[in-house]
């Protein structure tokens, strides 16, 4: 409501351009009050908690600026609330009449002031220097706080991004390590691991692990496969578990090949016959030194049979998970996204590949997680899924040689597998590998069938090494 006081000029008069009214509920429940003043009505404004946060409390002769002090007011109540999450369209609207108001109040007291009518009354330039002061004053504050936010969100980032510390191995993961060895490919030292079993026979078997995991995915069936073979391989594949993980570098399904043959070349078993046993991203592998073999390509393997498990030798049919998406095609963020991959995280995604029945235990994710996180494993592992892109590009290549050879071969398939989901992906491999035959195992069974189900990977590999 606006009132006349004592002693002010008559409306008759003059015409105040700020005649004009507020808009109906503009400021919800903020109080907006004029004070009454006949030129310049001025605001008088409350927060939402009832605060007073402005009065003018001018004389009517000197409240010719007060619309806009009131405007400063207004804007400041706006910016608080508008942080708070709290503004709404009518304080917008608000703002923008107050100062509006404010603009013709002024033209208002110029043209007021050149006729005589009225005058600066004295103390308003020290009361602008005031608002002045307090504009910039908050200003400065909200410039202090938005750099105190980015400060609080990048020192634990920064934390992350510099180190933490990996775990330390297990007794388990210990032992696997100490019967291992290394040799040299490239400068680079790879783990592996070799023993000798059954006697009075010559068969050689060599595992080869699937992503992101390590040679440690095959302790389960180790020593059933050493009641079998003479000798038992397998090793860590390039910038995996307990080989060396350069950076930056280049990984490729064709190096990891080499690195197999490199290997089978350092345990002198070149003129001899090899069973191949993969799984995962071994498969792909696989599939490479299938095509060397069939093609005499030189220090290729000599392979007597191949037996795949659940890996993505279809695009197709070959479902990525969502982090590994990201990872792959995040290009120059990925180094940052794979320093951000906790424990939590990897034991959730590698929790979603097994079966509901055939989860690992705490200690079984600790060691997956282990064998990632030795020499930084993390920090590579966007450049290792490049894989997916590499079937894509070469998949004429390494389907080419599997549907073509004469090898005998053997797929191993956990119908749980999200992965390559049943039965889209067993249909398409039994109607391209004619020559394959299949064993799939119980339905529970999901991506990594030789932890979730041991026994059951074991009596059907052997049902196939025995049936020729």
């Known amino acids: ?7 002010s000029r008559p409306a008759s008069r003059t015409v105040s351009p700020h005649s004009a009214r507020l808009p109906a509920g503009a400021y919800g429940p903020t109080s907006v009050k004029s004070c009454g003043c006949a030129v310049a009505p001025t605001l008088r404004l409350h927060c939402c908690s009832r605060k007073e946060l402005h009065t003018c409390g001018r004389s009517p002769d000197g409240c010719l600026r007060g619309t806009s002090c009131a405007a400063a007011c207004v804007h400041a109540v706006f910016s608080f609330r508008r942080r708070l999450g709290s503004a709404s369209a009518g304080d917008l609207r608000l703002l923008g009449f107050v100062r509006a108001q404010a603009r013709r109040s002024e033209r208002f007291c110029h043209s007021q002031a050149t006729t005589g009518e009225t005058a600066e009354p004295r103390g308003e330039e020290k009361a602008e220097k005031r608002r002045g002061g307090l504009e910039g004053g908050m200003t400065m504050m909200i410039g202090r706080e938005w750099w105190l936010h980015v400060a609080l969100l990048c020192i634990p980032l920064l934390a992350v ?7 330390q191995l297990s007794p ?13 490919f490239r400068g680079n030292n790879i783990f592996y ?6 006697v009075g026979s010559s068969d050689v078997v060599v595992l080869l692990h699937g992503f992101p995991t390590s040679s440690y995915d095959w302790h389960k069936v180790w020593e059933p496969l050493n009641q079998r073979f003479n000798r038992v391989i397998a090793l860590d594949f390039l910038g995996f578990g307990f080989s060396d993980k350069p950076r930056p570098h280049q ?18 078993l070149t003129d001899q016959k090899v069973n191949l046993l993969s799984h995962d991203y071994g498969d792909t592998v696989a599939l490479e030194l299938l095509y060397r073999s069939d093609h005499n390509r030189t220090g290729h ?28 095609d995040s290009g120059f963020i990925s180094p940052l996204l794979t320093r951000l991959i906790t424990f939590h995280l990897f034991s959730r995604g590698i929790g979603d590949v097994f079966g509901p ?3 690992p235990t705490e200690a079984e994710y600790w060691d997956m997680w282990t064998g990632v996180r030795f020499n930084d494993g993390n920090l590579v592992m966007d450049s290792i899924l490049q894989y997916i892109n ?17 090898t005998p071969l053997h797929m191993i398939y956990g119908p749980l597998d999200p992965v390559n989901p049943h039965p889209q992906f067993i249909h398409l491999y039994q109607k391209l590998v004619l020559r394959s035959t299949v064993s799939i195992l119980d339905e529970h069974v999901s991506h990594y069938p030789q932890l979730e189900d041991p026994t059951g990977f074991m009596n059907a590999y052997l049902n196939f090494i025995n049936s020729f």
């Open 1 to 7: 409501m606006t009132s006349t006081h004592r002693g």
């Open 161 to 167: 991004y510099l180190h933490i510390p990996q775990p």
């Open 172 to 184: 388990a993961l210990h032992t696997w390590r100490s019967s291992g060895r290394f040799f040299s």
């Open 193 to 198: 691991k070799d023993s000798f079993g059954a």
């Open 251 to 268: 990984y490729s399904i064709f190096e990891q090949a080499s690195v197999v043959e490199a290997l089978i070349t350092h345990l002198g």
């Open 301 to 328: 393997l000599a392979i007597n049979s191949l037996c795949l498990s659940n890996g993505g030798i279809f695009p197709e049919t070959h479902y990525p998970r969502l982090m590994q998406k990201i990872l792959k």
């Open 357 to 359: 029945y055939t989860q």
């Open 390 to 406: 590499q079937r894509l590009k070469h998949r004429d290549r390494w389907v080419g040689a599997l549907t073509s050879t004469s």
